[in-house]
């Protein structure tokens, strides 16, 4: 069975740029995660999807980030414009529904905002 | 906000001695897991405890989640390099139309050999 699979792995841009990440959670789990973890931390929830439904975005910078989730499958995560405090990893995670307590993580994707 | 507080924040052993992480909070949570991550990867999950009280052993990793269900401890005995990397508790509790995962601060195990 596949893997959650992320792209890009890394990335680099200057502030005020914008990024995106892409995500494939594991055939069949309908809830979504998007995590951000900052270097020797543990990762913070940034927003939380039900098939295409948003289920908490409590801790999403809406004024900069935005999340989606079209098709209740793959999804992307935009950072517009991005700061140097958004340096960090962001993992996607997976689970087979809202009360499964186990998430399956992908490998993430480590930006860098110089 | 529920936190969970991880002791220590780093740990360098060598090959073969014991080690005990802490995971504490002052919340009580459904249930409690552990995650390690090895570097450029995502967390993987290692067990689940449920019930206050729950001891756990997988191999040489031995997790107890405590009566109160606010804590939890991992003890490693006679650790290996493999076991290098981030230790990561998470708490769940049940938050209206699912479960919430929240992670404590990590612990960085470094098993030189």
């Known amino acids: 069975e596949a893997g959650v699979a992320q792209s890009p792995r890394y990335k680099i841009i200057e502030k005020r740029q914008s990024v995106a990440f892409w995500c494939n959670p594991i055939?069949?789990?309908?809830?979504l995660y998007w995590y951000q973890q900052i270097l020797g931390q543990g990762p913070k929830l940034l927003i939380q999807?039900?098939?295409?439904?948003?289920?908490?975005d409590s801790q999403l910078p809406k004024d900069r980030f935005s999340a989606e989730r079209l098709k209740g499958v793959d999804s992307t995560l935009k950072i517009q414009p991005a700061k140097l405090e958004d340096s960090a990893v962001y993992l996607c995670?997976?689970?087979?529904?809202?009360?499964?307590?186990?998430?399956?993580f992908g490998p993430g994707t480590r930006l860098t905002v110089l | 906000t529920q936190l969970l507080e991880q002791s220590p924040q780093f740990l360098s052993i060598q090959e073969g001695e014991n080690l005990t992480v802490y995971c504490n909070s002052s919340?009580?949570?459904?249930?409690l897991q552990w995650y390690r991550q090895e570097p450029g990867e995502g967390p993987v999950l290692l067990v689940t405890?449920?019930?206050?009280?729950e001891v756990k052993k997988l191999k040489r990793l031995t997790f107890q989640f405590g009566d109160a269900r606010k804590d939890s401890s991992l003890h490693i005995t006679a650790a290996q390099t493999g076991d290098t990397g981030l230790y990561l508790c998470?708490?769940?509790?049940?938050?209206?139309?699912?479960?919430?995962?929240?992670f404590g601060t990590g612990t960085l195990l470094a098993v030189q050999p």
């Open positions: 995670a997976s689970s087979a529904g809202p009360y499964s307590y186990e998430q399956f």
């Open positions: 055939s069949g789990h309908a809830t």
């Open positions: 999807f039900q098939n295409n439904g948003v289920v908490d």
């Open positions: 919340s009580v949570f459904s249930s």
């Open positions: 405890v449920v019930t206050g009280g």
């Open positions: 998470a708490g769940a509790w049940y938050g209206g139309a699912t479960n919430k995962l929240i």
